[in-house]
């Protein structure tokens, strides 16, 4: 995968959502295989088929999970990990795309941490803003379930 991610886009897709985590638990869960696999790019009716991260700038992924007939896979590589603060990810779900950028940004507060996620969208895709911001939520209420079933370290 030797694509650059897509400077030019349309929209940004912006969420947030606050966590009764430390910032560590939330940032670790986008870097830990099994939890990945459980929450990101995951669907309800969905069965996860192929979760392979090489988590360091430069590093790659491949998410892959069956959704009926179809299999949806995920491609990204890592751009920027500043633990427990900032993690930077190109994505897409075709090889042959650019990737648009993902940056991910966690702040700590009193009762665990607040995480912004923007996803510069790639300008064919304009028109699905609206569908991206929904699954980014959803994205990240699956994180919520996995990272607040653990205590705060």
């Known amino acids: 995968m030797n694509h650059k991610p897509d400077s030019a ?3 940004t897709v912006t969420v947030s959502r606050h ?4 910032p560590e638990q939330v940032f670790d869960a986008w870097l830990d295989p099994d939890a990945v696999g459980s929450w990101l790019f995951a669907s309800p009716d969905g069965v996860m088929k192929r979760v392979e991260l090489d988590p360091q700038v430069g590093g790659h992924f491949v998410i892959s999970e069956q959704r009926g007939d179809a299999l949806a896979e995920h491609f990204g590589e890592f751009l920027q990990i500043d ?3 900032r ?3 190109g994505y897409n779900m075709d090889r042959e795309d650019k990737l648009t950028v993902v940056t991910v940004e966690i702040v ?3 009762d665990g941490c607040q ?3 923007s996803h510069d969208m790639d300008p064919k895709w304009a028109h699905m803003i609206d569908l991206a911001r929904a699954g980014w939520t959803t994205i990240l209420e699956g994180l919520a379930t996995v990272v607040q079933s653990k205590p705060l370290e």
Do not use: N, Q
């Not at 966590?19 to 430390?22: D, E, G, H, I, K």
């Open 87 to 89: 993690l930077v990810f």
């Open 83 to 85: 633990r427990p603060h």
């Open 9 to 11: 886009s349309t929209g």
């Open 108 to 110: 700590a507060t009193e």
């Open 115 to 117: 995480l912004t996620l």
């Open 19 to 22: 966590f009764s985590a430390t």
